[in-house]
């Protein structure tokens, strides 16, 4: 019989809807320290089941299959064992209706490497952090508020979070939490789909930002000054770089330092 790829199991899932969820996972063995805003990858096996909201994929790997993608790790980087991640479900995708469909118990792949240059913690001292998020591209700022705030005081933090519905907001009670706890961080959740019920910001994200909402907070848009992470959606990444390379922002990549961090789903 051939030997489980599996090295972690499945220690808490929180649906925050039927398609988007904070999964928990702890790996048999620890990892190595990571810098808050890498990522790892995960999988399961292609014989797991899928969800029942899921839609039927025509592309059947073969049962020992290991499906892997990667993942934004949310949990803080001291936790080097258990960790956290903040997934939605592409119903016709290969790993996602399956990862939807393991329950606590269950068994399943944690890669041994974590990876990424996505490193908040590595801004320049006395720069002020912008995290600009489209859904579950919010993980990394998750991980570097739990890792790192404490140590910001000096300087301004922001969280700006696009989303469909009020429900999609994952991790709204944290970072309001945060907000009302910590005078130099600033929370802005904006909706693309709100209803009558919600008082808060409504629209793209690029609109607020042309709008003068950091301004108003006493963040000024200036590379010397306030260094700018993008992390989701594509579409919203190149909108944003749009506005902020007005400002003179530059893409920070391998082997060159900018002001602009970029990690796109
Ligand atoms: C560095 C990095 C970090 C990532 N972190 C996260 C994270 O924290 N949370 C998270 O949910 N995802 C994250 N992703 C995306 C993730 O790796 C998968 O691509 C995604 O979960 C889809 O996997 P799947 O196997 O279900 O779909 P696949 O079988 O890979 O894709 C099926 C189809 O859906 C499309 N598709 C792929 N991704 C999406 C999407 N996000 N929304 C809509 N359509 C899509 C593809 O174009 C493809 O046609 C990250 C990606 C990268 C590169």
């Known amino acids: 019989m051939q030997k489980s790829p599996y090295n972690a199991t499945v220690n808490g899932k929180i649906l925050i809807t039927p398609d988007l969820m904070v999964l928990r996972v702890r790996t048999d063995e620890p990892r190595n320290t990571f810098k808050a805003g890498q990522y790892t990858t995960i ?3 292609a014989a797991e ?10 592309e059947q790997p073969p049962p020992d299959y290991l499906i892997t993608r990667p993942y934004s790790i949310a949990s803080a980087n001291h936790e080097t064992q258990d960790f956290e991640f903040y997934i939605s479900q592409v119903k016709s995708g290969q790993l996602t209706p399956r990862l939807f469909a393991l329950s606590q118990g269950s068994r399943m792949w944690v890669d041994d490497k974590i990876l990424g240059v996505f490193s908040l913690n590595d801004t ?17 700022y998750i991980s570097f508020l739990r890792s ?7 300087i301004k933090l922001a969280v700006i979070h696009g989303a469909a519905h009020p429900w999609d907001l994952g991790y709204y009670s944290e970072l309001s939490f945060i907000q009302s706890n ?29 709008a003068g909402i950091l301004e108003k907070s006493g963040i000024d848009i200036d590379p010397e000054k306030t ?16 506005f902020l390379s007005k400002y003179n922002y530059e893409k920070h990549c391998t082997g060159k330092k900018g002001s602009l961090h970029i990690e796109e789903y």
């Open 182 to 210: 910590f005078p130099n961080f600033y929370y802005f959740p904006t909706l693309l789909r709100a209803d009558n019920n919600w008082n808060g910001l409504t629209g793209y994200i690029e609109e607020h930002l042309e």
């Open 227 to 242: 260094h700018f992470y993008l992390c989701g959606n594509p579409k919203m990444v190149d909108s944003v770089s749009k």
């Open 124 to 140: 320049p001292e006395g720069c002020n952090i912008v995290m600009v998020a489209t859904g579950t591209g919010l993980a990394p």
């Open 49 to 58: 089941e899928r969800s029942p909201n899921s839609v039927v994929n025509l």
């Open 43 to 45: 999988g399961c096996l």
């Open 148 to 154: 790192h705030a404490r140590e910001h005081t000096a």
